[in-house]
Nanobody, 119 residues
């Protein structure tokens, strides 16, 4: 089992930045991919970015590309999401999720952290 805990959310002005952290515990050595998702009120959950645990391959949604950067610290079992040039439409609950090695699906999810971008 893997436990995920997000932090770093809060209230940010448009154009500002925020850095989210996702700390993994438990079977963290079995992680293959860690991703960030977000869900705004009344909307479906949306993929933001992922990073692989071994070779650091990353991928971004079109809305995140060029503004957000995903990175990870294997020693600390932590994945970060650096968000720059934030817009009001980035307001959402941001959650991280993990795919374990050999699994086709996301196995574990965090509770999420709220990011609110004011205009």
């Amino acid at each position: 089992q893997v436990q995920l805990e997000e932090s770093g959310g809060g209230l940010v002005q448009a154009g500002g930045s925020a850095r989210l952290s996702c700390i993994a515990s438990g079977r963290a050595d079995s992680m293959q991919t860690v991703a960030w998702f977000r869900q705004a009120p009344g909307k479906e959950r949306e993929f933001v970015a992922f990073i692989t645990w071994t070779d650091r391959t990353s991928y971004y949604s079109d809305s995140a590309k060029g503004r957000f950067t995903i990175s990870r610290d294997n020693a600390e079992n932590t994945v970060y999401l650096q968000m720059n040039s934030l817009k009001p439409e980035d307001t959402a609950v941001y959650s991280c999720a993990v795919i374990l090695r050999g699994s086709p699906n996301y196995n574990y999810w965090g509770r999420g952290t709220q990011v609110t971008v004011s205009s």
